[in-house]
Every structure is written in structure tokens, then in C-alpha cells.
């Protein structure tokens, strides 16, 4: 009988078979506030679109992510700012207030996408960027526009 294979056994016991095996607890999970500065304002806009920034020095377009962009008016002194994060990281790759001195445009050849300028905060101090922004679709641009220029002047 010294001969019989262990995994035999294994595979004859059925599986439904409780073994008394417990399991303790490694990590308790604790939830955590996650404070993202958004607190005190309400999204006016929200849509998802793919964020370029023009790079002056190779006098070309980047990639800045992909996620959503949002417009965000304060709860209580009324400015608006738009912020995009990225989608699976939510890294902040635009911030910046909507000023009355901005205008949006379409940019040339593409009708799913608009450019302006602003003076960004994204990487943590301000910073002169022209942004485009590229859509699913026409009408997704034209809303966000519209509501830009609604908030800017």
C-alpha cells in the first residue's frame, strides 16, 4: 500500500467536501477621503476626448492623454475651469480657468476638433499651452465649444 499515489486521494474527495481550512485576514481594507479639489464645484460639461498640446520647439503636436474633459463652475465665486484627466490614471493633464479673454476655434481641417490658448496648471506651475482637443464626434465639438465660449464671455 506504500505504492498508492497521493493525488489519487486528491481527486476521489469531493469537492464540496469541507477540509476545516480557515483563512485569516492579511489587510483590512480602511476607507480613505480622497480629496480631489473638485469639491466646491458642479460639472457643467463632461465628455470624453483625446487631449493634444503643441510643442513650440518641435513645432509639432503632442499627446497629452486620453480621458475626460470637464468644465467646472465654483459653487461659490461662479469662475469655471477645465480639467482632463487621464482615464485609468486620473493624472490631471489640463487645468486651467476659462477666462473671459479665451476663444476656442476649430481647428483647421478636422471638425471633430477644437484649439485655444490658456495659461495651464497641470504640471504644477503655470505654463502658456495651445491645447487641442479631438472628439468621437462633430457634435460632441461643437457642444463643448459652444458651452466654452457660453462661460467665457
Given at each position: 500500500?506504500?505504492?498508492?499515489?497521493?493525488?489519487?486521494?486528491?481527486?476521489?474527495?469531493?469537492?464540496?467536501?469541507?477540509?476545516?481550512?480557515q483563512v485569516a485576514t492579511i489587510v483590512r481594507l480602511q476607507e480613505v477621503a480622497?480629496?480631489?479639489?473638485?469639491?466646491?464645484?458642479?460639472?457643467?460639461?463632461?465628455?470624453?476626448?483625446?487631449?493634444?498640446?503643441?510643442d513650440?520647439?518641435?513645432n509639432r503636436w503632442k499627446e497629452r492623454g486620453v480621458g475626460t474633459v470637464r468644465l467646472l463652475r465654483?459653487?461659490?465665486?461662479?469662475?469655471?475651469?477645465?480639467?482632463?484627466?487621464?482615464?485609468?490614471?486620473?493624472?490631471?493633464?489640463a487645468n486651467?480657468?476659462?477666462?473671459?479673454?479665451m476663444t476656442v476655434?476649430?481647428?483647421?481641417?478636422?471638425?471633430?476638433s477644437?484649439?485655444?490658448?490658456?495659461a495651464d496648471y497641470a504640471d504644477g506651475e503655470f505654463k502658456d499651452e495651445i491645447f487641442c482637443l479631438r472628439f468621437s464626434s462633430v457634435e460632441n465639438c461643437r457642444t463643448f465649444m459652444e458651452m466654452f465660449q457660453e462661460v467665457a464671455g
Open positions: 500500500m506504500a505504492d498508492e499515489d497521493p493525488r489519487e486521494e486528491q481527486e476521489a474527495a469531493p469537492e464540496d467536501e469541507d477540509i476545516g481550512a480622497v480629496v480631489t479639489g473638485e469639491e466646491d464645484e458642479e460639472a457643467i460639461l463632461d465628455q470624453n476626448s483625446k487631449l493634444y498640446r503643441f513650440k520647439e518641435e465654483h459653487l461659490v465665486n461662479g469662475k469655471v475651469r477645465l480639467v482632463m484627466r487621464q482615464s485609468k490614471t486620473f493624472k490631471i493633464c486651467h480657468f476659462v477666462l473671459e479673454t476655434q476649430e481647428h483647421e481641417g478636422n471638425d471633430k477644437c484649439v485655444w490658448h490658456a
